[in-house]
């Protein structure tokens, strides 16, 4: 019923940046957050960053300053503005988003996830 693509990976040398964008579709009444996730092979997936309703934005300590994250509500896109890349940046993106899809039960909401992206910082 819904779903959430990404898009915009692929290599990039140390101290370079990319943009990562995820677009949400299907039924979709309201989205309570949409966020980043990723994960190296060998390691677990780690919490990158999340934006909310309001527009606020936190980040993890290994990318703050560094990432910026924003969202097109009308587009129910996010985007993940990657800059000053590190080596140790290499992994899948993941895009989340926290999606209601009931008009009937608005305070419920499901988290949705992508398929991945690869991001690769080269040294």
């Known amino acids: 019923q819904v779903q959430l693509v990404e898009s915009g990976g692929g290599l990039v040398q140390a101290g370079g940046s990319l943009r990562l964008s995820c677009a949400a579709s299907g039924s979709i009444f309201s989205i309570n957050a949409m966020g980043w996730y990723r994960q190296a092979p060998g390691k677990a997936r780690e919490w990158v960053g999340t934006i909310r309703r309001s527009g606020s934005t936190n980040y993890s300590d290994s990318v703050k300053g560094r990432f910026t994250i924003s969202r097109e509500a009308a587009k129910n896109t996010v985007l993940l503005q990657m800059n000053s890349l590190k080596p140790e940046d290499t992994a899948v993106y993941y895009c989340?988003?926290?999606?209601?899809?009931?008009?009937?039960?608005?305070?419920?909401?499901?988290?949705?996830w992508g398929q991945g992206t690869q991001v690769t910082v080269s040294s």
């Open positions: 989340n988003a926290d999606i209601n899809t009931s008009l009937a039960r608005p305070w419920y909401y499901v988290e949705y």
